[in-house]
């Protein structure tokens, strides 16, 4: 094993995602008020999400085939909307930071890793840009040319669960399943990731399990346990 995993949100980031979505909703709301009545706009972007997750046309980057479905639902030319949503990413998502709450511990499970040798991937449910991904990595306390990867919706062409998500992971990072794991607190989201042979590590810290389907991680603990089975993995470089 020589390269790692890491979900962000409730992993490296620990947050609350009722929380969190309540709050980028609102700010969103604000944002798109001149275009979209609010009380519709959380419907439409549920919606156009849900279409990105299960698209699995491998020539559409979820960014477009969230855009495609979003483009009919809207009465405003998409064309038009884009560069507000790209304003929004890039300026009023850092408001979202007052929402999340960064643990030191992160920063060194990351270092431990880095000066062993592994390489690391940012493997986000890539449902945002790059820049609001590039900020929940900031808000952790990390640097992101630490990672090899960083999945966005700008670069991927599945999302979470599919394990198409995790198979283009691969594509991109030359790697072999059983050179993986895959760390993160989502138990159908994440530890899917074991049906490729890849191994992983649950997060309790945050967890999410919604119960319809359950996953044997090869460990599960808090990010205090991560950090000590980090510390007991061989360097490698």
């Not at 046309?57 to 479905?69: G, L």
Request: aromatic share 12%; glycine share 2%; with cysteine.
């Amino acid at each position: 094993m020589d390269t790692i995993l890491f979900d962000l949100d409730g992993t490296l980031l620990p947050l609350d995602m009722e929380e969190f979505t309540k709050a980028y909703f609102k700010e969103l709301s604000i944002k798109l008020s001149s275009y979209i009545e609010p009380e519709k706009l959380s419907k439409q972007v549920w919606s156009s999400t849900d279409y990105m997750i299960k698209n699995l046309d491998d020539k559409k980057t979820n960014m477009e085939a969230f855009f495609e479905d979003f483009d009919e639902r809207i009465e405003h030319d998409v064309k038009e909307l884009k560069p507000v949503f790209d304003e929004f990413y890039k300026l009023d998502f850092t408001k979202l930071k007052d929402v999340v709450y960064p643990n030191k511990i992160v920063k060194e499970i990351v270092n431990i890793l880095k000066n062993k040798g592994y390489d690391m991937v940012i493997a986000t449910n890539p449902l945002f840009p790059r820049d609001a991904i590039y900020h929940r990595i900031e808000w952790a306390g990390l640097d992101r040319n630490d990672f090899t990867l960083i999945t966005t919706y700008e670069n991927m062409h599945y999302c979470k669960p599919n394990l198409e998500y995790y198979k283009e992971i691969l594509y991109k990072i030359k790697k072999d399943s059983k050179d993986i794991m895959m760390i993160g607190n989502d138990m159908q989201e994440d530890m899917v990731a074991s049906k490729l042979g890849i191994k992983t590590y649950l997060v309790e810290d945050y967890m999410i399990d919604r119960g319809n389907i359950s996953y044997s991680p090869n460990h599960k603990g808090s990010l205090q346990d991560l950090k000590i089975l980090m510390e007991d993995l061989p360097s490698i470089k």
